[in-house]
């Protein structure tokens, strides 16, 4: 699986299997025994589940203590405040997916000025610069989940028709990725297709802000939310009114992999390697505890999973047996 997107710094992106810690060196972390922290957007969503399970196994291995994990709730505020508090505390580093771009670049930018280690989940921070603000951004290849995501929806949509584009408002790397990659390829592959916009704040208001984009465009063909958590509310909202379209998303989370096999609004899905990306930013934070330099945007290609493959993409992004829903009978 290629990468197709470029770091913050239009970086070109290394493998995650580029990682591999020794077992001298992986001997001289377990001595050390190293204290992390770690800020997420989120802690309730599936992706974050499985991110902070990768984190938390591969802490263990190396000795390392995962000392305490903040959720944001995507509150800029809050990732503000439990930036400093963390840094006041002296970890040896702290993991964090920063909830904007400029607003949270001198909280994040405090964190290695004060000593601490700062390894990036997907975003890297207005002005940040790696090596000397932060150790690397691991990341999805979030350009190549947006160009999967039109990709598989683009079957569904009839020509001229309409396509909503269900984008985060917030100033958020990895989903404005997605979008710009959704649009290129619609632009050159069904340059028919008019896209619109619908941008929301918050979850919370999702479902009046979709509400009234239906009302005002009841020719709508389609829809690509940014990930899989929008994707399902609008899913509710549709289903509620009675109107079926198809969808693609990002995220392989439990109710949208349900919800793809069950063939009715979800028609694919752009799957993130969550638990291996919780995993690639514990080995890179680790190297560079031991004084060695990961590299600075390293990246995890999505798979691309329709109702056929599921179950068995399923197996591989969470690394456990599907749910007994997804394991539909292959016709003999």
Known sequence: ?????????????????QLDISEADAERARLACFRLCVVLHTTTSDWAKQALKGIAATLDVYGASLDEVVDCGFQIDTQIRALGRLTDSAPDAIISIPVGGSAVADAHRRVSRAGVKLALLDNGPTGLLPGSDYVSVISADNFGLGTIGARLLSPYIPPAGRVGILSYQA????TNEREIAF???????RPDIRLSAIKFPDLGSLAAIFTAFLDANPDLAGLFAVWDLPAMEAVKVLAARGQCLPVTTVDLGNQAALALAAGDFIK???????????????KATITSLLGRDPPSWIVL???ATQKANVAEAYQRIWHEAPPAALCVPKAV
């Open 268 to 282: 694919g899905i752009a799957a993130q390697r969550a638990y291996d990306q919780g995993v690639a930013v514990a």
């Open 301 to 303: 290609p999505g798979l």
């Open 183 to 189: 649009r290129k390829w619609m632009g050159s592959e």
């Open 1 to 17: 699986m290629s990468i197709a997107g470029l770091g913050p710094h239009g970086e070109r992106g290394a493998p995650f299997e």
């Open 171 to 174: 100033d958020f790397f990895a």
